[in-house]
Structure formats: structure tokens, C-alpha cells
């Protein structure tokens, strides 16, 4: 009964590789996110996504892409990795804006290991 | 985009007492303010929220008090216990998108 999941928990890669990270939520929320956690524990936004929009942090690089099957699965493509994309990636999802619920319900965590 | 503050970095403090976490944000149309816990090796979970239009909320042993004059926000933890020992992470939400901005931790030991 995971309300959020993400697969793989780990992941060992090699410069230059393409990865995906897949999350999937049971919730019935209609918007996810993608969060960056690096050593230093700083969580940061990457992206938020709904049926309708997609909200990309300017910070974030086009290497990244998020893909979105349908409303329950948000994945996370990476090109051509860097040593700099190792850090745990976050996967969460809430109900959208408007809605009086805000809570944000986090994945476990994919920790990208590129070397 | 938003920008949030979080003080301090680190704190420790003997069981029983009380330990106090700020935070200050820029954004003044940020009106959600959530606070999550995160244990070693864990996934961030929310322990308490406050939205704009409320000065303080309180849940058991933990409050957090909002001033949105000053642009602040505070997350008390009374009589603290070790399994309070864990990252605190403090958060400012514009409506857009519903984007969370997360302050940079506060990691708590609770010392027995």
C-alpha cells in the first residue's frame, strides 16, 4: 500500500550514460514533482507537473526531462550524465493548487550514483 | 523565484528541552508553510503546517508560529525526545504550481 514509489532505490552509472528514474503514485493526486537532494542535504525543485502544465526550475539543465504516462506515473529522464547529477532524486505528489490540500507526500528516494 | 533562509544549521540539545528553528522567506505571495522531518536514509514527511491567514499552529509537542509582515517563521519542538534527532526542513509556497522552495536544513540531535 505504498503511497508513493520509486524505482531504482539505486543507481551506479557511468559519465556520458542515459538513465531513467520511475515514480509512481497511488494517491489519486493529479500533480507530481521532482526534487534534487545533493550532499549537503539541499532539497531543491526541479520540476512540477499536472495534466495541464509543467513548471521547469530555470536552474535545472535540459539533460532533464520528465515524462508523464499518465497522471499516476512521473519519470525522470537524464542525458548524457555528469559527475555533478550524483544526489538522491525525489519523487512527490500532492493535489493541485486550489484545491485547500497542499501537503506534498515524498518518495524514498533514488540515490544516482554517476562515476 | 523564492528564496528561503534557514537557521541554524546545526543544534543540539539535551532531552527534555526545547529547540527552536527559524526561517525567513522573500516572496510575499508565498502563503503555505510546511515543515518536514527527515531521518537518516529517509524520505522528507511533514510534521506540521500553517497557512497564511494563521499565526500559530500548534500539534502536541510541536508549534510553528508564522509573522508574514516580517516574512518569518518559526518551528518549536517542546520537551524533545531522541527520536526527535533528525533534519528539519523548513518551506515557502507561491501558489504557482504549487512548487515547494525548501530552506537548506536544520539537523537536530537530541542528546540523552
Known amino acids: 500500500d505504498t503511497a508513493v514509489s520509486q524505482t531504482p532505490k539505486y543507481l551506479v552509472t557511468q559519465m556520458g550514460n542515459d538513465k531513467s528514474i520511475k515514480c509512481e503514485q497511488n494517491l489519486g493526486h493529479d500533480t507530481m514533482y521532482w526534487y534534487k537532494q545533493d550532499s549537503k542535504k539541499f532539497l531543491k525543485i526541479m520540476f512540477s507537473y499536472n495534466n495541464k502544465e509543467l513548471i521547469i526550475n530555470e536552474t535545472v539543465p535540459n539533460r532533464f526531462s520528465p515524462k508523464s504516462p499518465d497522471k499516476a506515473h512521473l519519470n525522470l529522464h537524464i542525458n548524457s550524465l555528469e559527475l555533478g547529477d550524483s544526489a538522491v532524486y525525489f519523487c512527490?505528489?500532492?493535489?493541485?493548487?486550489?484545491?485547500?490540500?497542499?501537503?506534498?507526500?515524498f518518495g524514498p528516494g533514488t540515490r544516482l550514483t554517476v562515476t | 523565484g523564492e528564496n528561503v533562509e534557514q537557521h541554524p544549521s546545526t543544534l543540539s540539545v539535551q532531552e527534555g528541552d526545547s529547540a527552536v528553528i527559524k526561517c525567513t522567506y522573500s516572496d510575499s505571495a508565498s502563503n503555505y508553510f510546511p515543515w518536514y522531518k527527515q531521518e537518516l536514509g529517509k524520505r522528507p514527511q511533514l510534521i506540521i503546517d500553517?497557512?497564511?491567514?494563521?499565526g500559530e499552529k500548534k500539534d502536541q509537542r510541536i508549534a510553528v508560529t508564522l509573522n508574514k509582515t516580517a516574512k518569518h517563521f518559526s518551528l518549536h519542538i517542546t520537551e524533545t525526545q531522541p527520536e526527535d534527532s533528525a533534519v528539519y526542513f523548513c518551506?515557502?509556497?507561491?501558489?504557482?504550481?504549487?512548487?515547494?522552495?525548501f530552506g537548506t536544513g536544520t539537523s537536530l540531535t537530541v542528546i540523552p
Open positions: 512527490a505528489s500532492s493535489y493541485p493548487s486550489g484545491t485547500g490540500s497542499y501537503e506534498q507526500y
Open positions: 518551506a515557502a509556497s507561491p501558489v504557482i504550481g504549487n512548487q515547494f522552495y
Open positions: 500553517i497557512r497564511s491567514n494563521v
